[in-house]
């Protein structure tokens, strides 16, 4: 049933994508000779109007053929060739599937906010600084408890949420941070050693993560035998105490690379001592001890909220907007440092994970997801790539400077470097699935 999951919502993206492309070709008068979702061997379809419908065994795609699309094409100038169509027609076609996939995008999100959703409440709390992870960035900078964080990079932010995003696009670069302490403001950088913690927060807790009590040990677990309970409040890691930091706990567990540490923890008001091993987690890929946070310690509580027909409509555009200048940004820093930011990419097997997720977690997640992955397909297919929209779009802009098309040669140059280029992304992002999934890069430093 999983697998349902994300079928359905990529072919849905699929759908509307290439029928922007097929309804702007039969208004131009364009002949579409067939619609297809997915590629490969046709399971079934039809006819109709001259077009063949299908749907083919791999679901990762989808195209519409048009009559002439190649201008070398022999009928390319047939009166119904997508070639004998003057510029402005084809550029309307082509910019049509990205524009259906960010309607669609702008349609689900207001209607996330009327049906409803679970939100964290610690999102849209103002940025106070909790805890300070031991040893972190942060805590090097001189960060403190107590500190509103005002603004990152010059950016004013006034919610986690809006930290939380600044930070996620930083990756594991540098920050300055402006903190508010006791009346004054003052500039803070934070460099992020690769080789040091990592925590994504780099060290500061916002009060989702605040406290290290236990609420749950793992049976078999190495915490279950070193004596370590539900309701213990653990205290010091290898002698570096916490100050109420899981992350910074979880964190120094995994950096002790499997060897035993002393854990101090406080238990009915006693302080008690012990020793354990972490054990490696196929799952996680990093040493764990085997305990979960408590999770009523804090405020990791989540808040049903349900918005009017207006206030849907402005919550939703905001939000497709504040994800548009996500993206846009993200695309930004992976031009200006790729080796940095190209680990962040997924690609199919993370998105048929989260599709999956969001599909367990209930029907707004489900679209929420299906919203952003809709956002994303629009604004990536429209980058000037040759085999993409964008492509397609930039061939025609010189066309139109140049009254003629390229040559065949040229592109069929470009063509091969973008589809080189695409499948060395692909190879990439499955590199990062790969690893996220079975620790591939672990393995192969393990090999050599």
């Known amino acids: 049933m999983s697998i349902i999951y994300f079928i359905i919502a990529l072919g849905i993206l699929v759908l509307v994508h290439e029928f922007g492309h097929f309804i702007m070709a039969r208004r131009a008068r364009i002949r579409v000779e067939a619609f297809s979702i997915g590629f ?19 679901p990762l795609g989808g195209f519409v053929k048009m009559l002439g699309e190649d201008p070398e094409d022999e009928r390319a100038h047939d009166p119904e060739a997508f070639t004998a169509k003057p510029v402005p027609a084809r550029a309307g076609v082509v910019v049509a599937g990205p524009l ?12 996330i906010f009327l049906i409803g959703r679970e939100e964290p409440v610690f999102l849209g709390k103002p940025p106070i600084v909790e805890q300070v992870c031991p040893l972190s960035p942060a805590a090097g900078a001189g960060l403190l408890p107590g500190d509103r964080i005002a603004a990152l990079n010059g950016r004013s932010v006034d919610s986690w949420e809006a930290v939380m995003d600044e930070i996620l696009l930083r990756g594991r670069g540098s920050l300055q941070l402006t903190v508010e302490r006791g009346g004054s403001s003052r500039v803070i950088g934070l460099a992020v050693d690769p080789g040091g913690l990592r925590a994504p927060m780099m060290g500061i807790e916002p009060p989702l993560f605040a406290g290290t009590r236990i609420g749950k040990v793992a049976e078999g677990s190495p915490a279950a035998a070193a004596g370590l309970q539900a309701g ?23 950096l002790s690379g499997g060897e035993p540490v002393n854990v101090e ?3 009915a008001g006693a302080m008690l001592a012990m020793t354990l091993a972490p054990e490696f987690n196929e799952k996680w890929h990093r040493y764990l001890i085997g305990i979960e946070k408590d999770l009523d310690e804090g405020v990791l509580s989540t808040a049903f909220r ?25 695309l930004k820093q992976l031009f200006i440092a ?3 930011h190209f680990r962040s990419l997924g690609g199919p097997v993370q998105i048929a994970q989260a599709s999956i997720a969001a599909a367990k977690s209930g029907l707004t997640p489900f679209l929420y997801f299906a919203a952003f992955l809709s956002l994303q397909l629009a604004i990536l297919n429209l980058l000037p790539i040759p085999v993409l929209d964008g ?6 802009l010189i066309e139109a400077i140049r009254r003629r098309p390229l040559s065949a040669k040229a592109r069929v140059l470009a063509h091969q470097a973008g589809l080189v280029f695409l499948l060395a992304v692909l190879v990439l992002v499955t590199f990062n699935d790969l690893d996220n999934l079975l620790g591939l890069r672990r393995l192969i430093e393990r090999l050599f």
């Open 306 to 330: 349900r918005h009017g027909p207006m206030q849907s409509i402005v919550r939703g555009e905001k939000e497709l907007y504040r994800l548009t200048v996500l993206t846009f940004r993200f």
């Open 100 to 111: 259906m996939n960010f309607l669609l995008a702008s349609l689900l999100m207001p209607a």
């Open 265 to 267: 923890v406080e238990r």
């Open 391 to 396: 492509g397609h779009l930039l061939f025609l």
């Open 338 to 340: 790729p080796a940095m």
């Open 40 to 58: 490969g061997p046709k399971l079934f379809g039809f006819r109709s109007g001259g077009t063949e419908f299908k749907i083919c065994l791999l």
């Open 232 to 254: 213990d409040r653990v205290v010091a890691v290898g002698g570096t105490t916490l100050n109420g930091c899981w992350q910074g706990m979880t964190e120094l567990v995994a």
